[in-house]
C-alpha cells in the first residue's frame, strides 16, 4: 500500500515538473521573442477590394515572413515566405466575403507572430454603413470630385484596385451596387 502511495506520488510530481519545464521553456521563447507589429490600410475595407498590409519586424532583420489569413477566400499577392526589407514586409490582400478576417504575419527567424483584424464590407457599401444605397454614390462622386482635385485616393473607393480613381471605378461600382 506504501509503496503504492509513493509510485503514485512519483508519477504526480512528474508530471508538475514536465508540467513547469513546459511552461519554463515556452517564457523562455516568449522572451526572446521579437515583436511583429502589422498595420492595415484601408481598415474597415471592403471585399473585393485590395487592402494594404505592412508587418514590422523590430531590429530591421533580414530574413523572411509567413502571411496567413484565417480566410478560405482571401487571397495575398506573395506567396511564402516573403523576404523582409530592413524589417518590412508590405503585401496587398483581397477577400471576395465580407465580414471580420484575421491576419497573421510569422517571423521566421525565431517564429514570433502578431495577428490583426481587419473589417470587410460589403463591396459597393464604400461608405461602411451597413447599407447599400443612394448615400454610397454620394460618398463615391464626393471622393472621386476631391481625389481629382489632388486630395490623396481613399481605397476604399479604388473598386477596380488600380490605385487611381477613375470611370472604371465607377463601373465597378454600378456592377457592385447591381450584385
Ligand atoms: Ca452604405
Ligand atoms: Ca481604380
Redesign the pocket.
Known amino acids: 500500500m506504501n509503496k503504492q502511495i509513493i509510485s503514485i506520488s512519483c508519477l504526480l510530481i512528474l508530471i508538475v515538473c514536465t508540467s513547469l519545464a513546459g511552461l519554463n521553456g515556452y517564457t523562455v521563447s516568449a522572451a526572446g521573442a521579437t515583436a511583429v507589429t502589422i498595420t492595415s490600410s484601408p481598415n474597415p475595407g471592403n471585399a473585393n477590394i485590395s487592402i494594404v498590409l505592412t508587418a514590422n519586424v523590430a531590429g530591421n532583420p533580414t530574413n523572411f515572413v509567413n502571411w496567413f489569413s484565417n480566410s478560405s477566400t482571401g487571397t495575398f499577392n506573395v506567396t511564402n515566405p516573403v523576404s523582409l526589407v530592413s524589417g518590412v514586409s508590405v503585401v496587398s490582400y483581397i477577400d471576395a466575403q465580407p465580414g471580420n478576417v484575421n491576419i497573421t504575419a510569422t517571423y521566421l527567424g525565431d517564429g514570433s507572430s502578431n495577428s490583426v483584424t481587419i473589417t470587410l464590407f460589403r463591396p459597393a457599401d464604400i461608405n461602411h454603413d451597413g447599407s447599400i444605397n443612394f448615400n454610397d454614390i454620394v460618398y463615391f462622386v464626393t471622393a472621386y470630385i476631391a481625389y481629382k482635385n489632388g486630395a490623396p485616393i481613399n481605397l476604399v ?10 470611370f ?2 465607377l463601373t ?1 461600382f454600378v456592377a457592385a451596387y447591381q450584385a
Open positions: 473607393c479604388d473598386l477596380n484596385n488600380d490605385k487611381t480613381l477613375n472604371n471605378d465597378a
